[in-house]
């Protein structure tokens, strides 16, 4: 059985910066396509970005330049670093597995979630 769980999330000033952590158990991270999605209040789950089995990334176009998800093999573990967060960043965050390992943003792809974390960011 996998399990994700987030941490790291938080309270933070637009301008700022955070670094979400998903600690995988179960299966090797590195054997999934893992992805990040984030939920505003009102609003359906959005992609926000995702890392291969071989590493390769994309992201969303407004999170570009600004958001970097990256892999520990070796912790099993995935991270996304937010800098120059904006209040439109504000919305639970939730960490995603797909062990089909597709290159894709749509959320039913992908088939283990954890239980999201706060992101808040303050104007």
């Known amino acids: 059985q996998v399990q994700l769980v987030e941490s790291g999330g938080g309270l933070v000033q637009a301008g700022g910066s955070l670094r979400l952590s998903c600690a995988a158990s179960g299966r090797a991270v590195s054997m999934l396509t893992m992805g990040w999605f984030r939920q505003a209040p009102g609003k359906e789950r959005e992609f926000v970005a995702r890392?291969?089995?071989?590493?390769?990334?994309y992201y969303k176009e407004s999170v570009k330049g600004r958001f970097t998800i990256s892999r520990d093999n070796a912790k099993n573990t995935v991270y996304l670093q937010m800098n120059s967060l904006k209040p439109e960043d504000t919305a639970v965050y939730y960490c995603?597995?797909?062990?089909?390992?597709?290159?894709?943003?749509?959320?039913?792809?992908?088939?283990?979630w954890g239980q999201g974390t706060q992101v808040t960011v303050s104007s």
């Open positions: 890392i291969s089995w071989s590493e390769s990334t």
């Open positions: 995603a597995g797909d062990r089909a390992a597709l290159l894709s943003s749509d959320p039913d792809d992908y088939d283990y």
